[in-house]
């Protein structure tokens, strides 16, 4: 049984891989312990991503020490910056127990050496009623690492009034 998952995993392409694998851990700490996912969020050079000529990202750069907090949570709307800033929105979500349901994930390459990963889903807070969520990553491997540079959460709820 083992076996056979893993030759199933080898037939697919190493970005639906990476994909569902970053997708499965997000979630199980999501779920668990979010203090961990921390961890998932990056600092990236500036340097590294933005052409020389640009004076003001070299300054910015040079005060920074050529680093920046680059990742980007979109929840709800709501937008926020940085892995301190994104960490302090994820642990003060007003639930204290959270399950999430995967119904679907895509995956695909993006420029780069990027992946793009959008999942769909249900998930259900302490008490209230189950409800549907979409979420999107941008995932990029850095230092050996595939972090999460771009977040994009929404509930899926419809007013048809």
Not at 23 to 44: H, K, P, S, W
Request: with cysteine.
């Amino acid at each position: 049984m083992v076996l056979h998952k893993v030759c199933k995993m080898a037939e697919r392409p190493m970005w639906e891989q990476i994909g569902t694998s970053f997708v499965q851990l997000y979630y199980q700490q999501f779920d668990t312990n979010r203090e961990q996912l921390g961890a998932l969020y990056v600092l990236i050079r500036i340097t590294s991503i933005y052409h020389s000529e640009f004076q003001y990202i070299e300054n910015i750069a040079k005060v920074l020490g050529g680093w920046t907090d680059a990742s980007c949570l979109s929840w709800e709307g709501q937008q926020f910056q940085g892995k301190a800033s994104i960490m302090e929105k994820l642990m003060t979500l007003p639930f204290q127990k959270i399950q999430h349901n995967i119904t679907s994930q895509d995956h695909q390459p993006a420029p780069d050496n990027c992946i793009l990963s959008m999942v769909v889903g249900q998930l259900k807070v302490d008490n209230d009623p189950v409800m549907g969520f979409h979420q999107m990553f941008v995932l990029k491997n850095m230092n050996d690492k595939w972090v999460c540079c771009n977040d994009i959460f929404r509930l899926a709820l419809y007013n048809f009034a």
